[in-house]
């Protein structure tokens, strides 16, 4: 890097050095201290919402099981630090899947820019700016879920914001340090250029809050996530974990929505944190190859076999952490077979869902008609262009 600032470099803030940073002399940006002065202030009003990797790994600093989902008590310990209102962004995954899902099938039908490629991960978005930026085309102009569920949240809380006087306040929970990033984009930003994030806060930084406060997780009473946006789908569920994105996708494409095709789908070989999976899915008459790749190596391995010709696909999912968000650099350590817990703990929530694929979300399909098709565009899509 020749002495430059990290600004300076082709780093993509996935945050895995610090991750495996064997002194602790690579550290995070913390915001503990502006989520502390939110959470204190009476004017405003502080809304958060909480990524799926998080709550199967939260739990693990207070000697629960990896793996265990404690949504609920992490909810409540919130309340009690200050916040007015959480909400699940399953919610936002659940959008993405919709609007990535509707996407993927324009393309199909006239051939253009395949393979589609995820762009939940922004390491993942920026590593193609920096790198292969010729790629560009090919990411989905879908939002992350964080960045859709920020932009309809500021959307619906203006009135609210101009009604009593008090400035909605957006923290996310995130299992990644690359989101710190993300919320500072300038594409993230509204009419008068205000993040629809105002602060990201890393699972260990939430662990820390509360250790100040002098919570005492284990004994808390379990509260559920606030209502219009804490419902979601078992298919958003499992976007924190390596496969997850494909398969959600894959559930709301696929016509045949019977409880078997989605056995069908959970084991095409999409799950699991292998480096590079693929597998084929037919819909309606096309058979479609999919490429599920864990970590930048092997994602510049996957798009030399594309330059080189050998290798052609439909749809391809990137995650930079191993496992996917559950691996998050954000997240507590945990060697390898403890993001496969995390992994599990999320796959196990699907199946005790509610339902299981995105578009039957009442309160998404609702909100959409609302809005309408141009609206949902405006406020659901980016475009990258590079830097």
């Known amino acids: 890097t020749d002495n430059k600032p990290l600004s300076e470099t082709h780093c993509v803030s996935c945050g895995q050095c610090s991750a495996v940073c064997t002194t602790g002399a690579i550290t995070i ?5 502006p989520a502390w002065k939110a959470l204190q202030d009476p004017q405003k009003r502080v809304v958060i919402q909480i990524a799926p990797a998080v709550r199967v790994a939260i739990g693990e600093a207070y000697g629960l099981p990896a793996g265990e989902n404690v949504l609920d008590k992490l ?16 919610f936002g995954a ?16 006239t051939g253009e820019n395949l ?14 700016e920096n790198e292969r930026p010729e790629f560009l085309k090919n990411l989905s102009t879908a939002r992350s879920p964080m960045q859709m569920f920020a932009s309809v949240l500021k959307e619906n809380y203006r009135k609210k914001d101009a009604e009593d006087g008090r400035t909605t306040f957006h923290i996310a929970i995130m299992p990644c340090t690359a989101k710190k990033m993300e919320a500072r984009r300038e594409e993230f930003r509204d009419a008068y250029g205000v993040p629809y994030v105002d602060l990201v806060l890393t699972t260990q930084e939430v662990v820390q809050m509360m250790k100040e406060s002098g919570i005492r997780f284990q004994m808390l009473e379990k509260e559920s996530p ?101 691996g998050g650099a954000g997240q507590p350590y945990g060697l390898k077979a403890t993001k496969e817990k995390r992994g599990d703990g999320l796959h196990q929530s699907d199946n005790a869902a509610m339902f299981k694929r995105a578009e039957r979300n009442p309160i998404v399909v ?21 830097e």
């Open 94 to 109: 659940g959008l993405t899947v919709r609007e990535e899902s509707a996407e993927f099938l324009r393309r199909l039908e």
């Open 226 to 326: 606030d209502l219009p946006y804490g419902m979601g789908s078992g298919a958003a569920e499992i976007f924190g974990t390596s496969g997850g994105v494909a398969e959600a996708v894959i559930r709301c494409c696929t016509p045949d929505k019977s409880k078997n095709a989605l056995r069908e789908i959970s084991i095409l070989g999409l799950r699991g944190d292998a480096p590079i999976k693929e597998t084929t899915v037919t819909i309606g008459d096309t058979e479609l190859k999919l490429a599920v790749v864990n970590g930048l190596a092997n994602a510049r391995k996957l798009l030399k076999k594309i330059d080189e010709g050998e290798a052609f696909y439909h749809l391809i999912e990137v995650m930079t952490c191993q496992g996917g968000c559950v």
């Open 366 to 386: 609702r909100m959409m008609a609302e809005y309408g098709e141009e609206r949902c565009h405006e406020l659901l899509h980016v475009s990258y262009r590079g």
């Open 115 to 128: 393979p589609l490629m995820t762009s939940c991960c922004p390491a993942w978005v920026k590593y193609v």
């Open 29 to 33: 940006k913390n915001d503990i201290g």
């Open 75 to 90: 909810v409540t310990a919130l309340k009690i630090m200050g916040a007015d209102e959480v909400y699940d962004t399953i």
